[in-house]
Structures are given as C-alpha cells and as structure tokens.
C-alpha cells in the first residue's frame, strides 16, 4: 500500500496547493506512478482507493484540480478507481454519490451507513460472476436490511432530499458565518455533510461536551473538527436552532 496527500483546500491549484499533493510541476501521485523514475510499476497497481470527500479525517472537500489530477492518472494507467462513500454516499451531498459532483467516475463504490447496508457496487466487467450474500462490519445485511435500504433510495428521490440537503446545507453554512463563533477557523462540507473547525482540539472537546448538554449532537472528526450530520430531511428552523445552539456552547466556553 502507498498513499499520497488528500488535498484540504477546495480552492487549491496545483501552483496554490500546501497539503503536498501538487509540488513543483507535479503532483506526488503522479510522480509515484512515473514509468521511469517512479518507485510503483503503474502495470502492478491494483487500484487506487478515495474518499470524495475526507470523511474520519476532517471533512475535507478537494479541489477540482486535485479530482482532475486523480481521473487523469487513472486514465492514463488505467487503473480501477475505488469511491468510498459510506459517509457521503446516498444524497448526503446533495448529490447521489458525492463522486457525481468531481471529475471522477468510479469503477467500484462503497457504499453503507444510509444504504442501512454494506454494499460494494460496480459493473461485471470489474467482478464478473461474484454474485453472493455478504454481511458487513456495520449491520447484519439480510432481506430486511436491503429492504430498507431500497425504501430509502426511493424516499430520497420522491422527496426530492437531495435538493433539500443542498438547501440546507447552504443556509448551514451562511448561518454558521454569521454568528461569529468564537475560536472557529473554518466551514467547510457540501450539502449536509457539514463540519466546522475550532483553533486547537481542547476547543473542539470542549465545544462538544457544551452541545450535547444543551441538546445538539455532534461528533468530532479529524484533529479538531466537529462533524454537524442533519437529517437529510431536516428543516430550515431546525438548521437554524442548531447553528443558535453551537454558537452559545461556543460562547460558554470560549
């Protein structure tokens, strides 16, 4: 296994970027995968494997160039592109698959958590003739399960969430601007997948532990980021006591 930097800024180019992915007239990937003076055999490479958006390690949205750089070298090598999207999968994004709003088009996804199964998705020209039951780490995986995921997908669709989840993702984010929290550095996500970062992890816990006492749960990502997860249904008064509710745990322990 190799790994190259997951791009933090959504704005970056590769003359901008400061994660380390792009440096000088390259990026890190690329040079990994160079015929002739790289340390990986682009032929031996199985695949290369992604979260569209960084999920456990700070929510993160890449930038457009970092996506470009990723399909080209896939492209190129032709190598297989594996999507996780167990937590931005399935209209979390506004999008079906957050996959569907970069340059990228996955061979296989992973997909859990609001499909309320594990599934692993892809053509048969990638599995051909794999066709079984599986069970997964995060649920069971039977008839039932698979059943609800299937209602799921058609709730989403026919109350039109994916919309509401860009909706209300954007009044998050202009909510969360607006209220000037104290020892906050940044907003970032695309639609409900929505996190904010404090200035050292101690704020972060703190921050927290003050929301849940007053009845907003969050959870904490990355160093010192806090994952803020509507309901996809969720409405514009709920955004707004939620954002009320952060601001004043913030405000208390600022």
């Avoid at 700070?58 to 190598?79: K, N, R, T, W």
């Avoid at 003050?210 to 959870?219: C, E």
Wanted: hydrophobic fraction near 40%; charged fraction near 25%; include cysteine.
């Amino acid at each position: 296994i190799h790994d190259a930097p997951f791009c933090r800024d959504s704005g970056c180019s590769p003359a901008t970027c400061e994660c380390g992915f792009f440096a000088g007239d390259t990026s890190q990937l690329r040079r990994i995968l160079n015929p002739e003076t790289g340390h990986v055999n682009p032929d031996e490479v199985a695949y290369i494997i992604l979260e569209p958006i960084q999920g456990e390690g700070g929510y993160h949205v890449p930038s457009a160039a970092f996506m470009q750089e990723v399909a080209d070298l896939c492209a190129q090598h032709d190598i297989l592109l594996i999507a996780d999207e167990i937590q931005s999968g399935l209209g979390r994004t506004g999008e079906f698959w957050a996959s569907d709003g970069f340059p990228i088009e996955p061979d296989v996804i992973c997909a859990a958590k609001g499909a309320r199964v594990g599934a692993t998705i892809s053509s048969e020209d990638v599995f051909p003739g794999e066709k079984s039951r599986l069970s997964s780490t995060w649920g069971a995986g039977d008839l039932v399960d698979s059943m609800q995921g299937a209602l799921t997908i058609d709730v989403i669709r026919e109350q039109n969430l994916m919309d509401n989840a860009t909706e209300r993702g954007a009044q998050a984010k202009d909510a969360l601007a607006e209220a000037d929290i104290p020892n906050l550095i940044d907003i970032r996500g695309r639609g409900l997948m929505l996190a904010v970062e404090f200035d050292t992890k101690a704020q972060r816990d703190d921050v927290q532990e003050a929301a849940m006492k007053r009845g907003l749960l969050t959870l904490g990502c990355g160093h010192k980021t806090l994952r803020l997860l509507p309901p996809l249904d969720v409405r514009e008064r709920e955004i707004r006591m939620a954002v009320d509710l952060l601001a004043e745990a913030a405000e208390s322990v600022a």
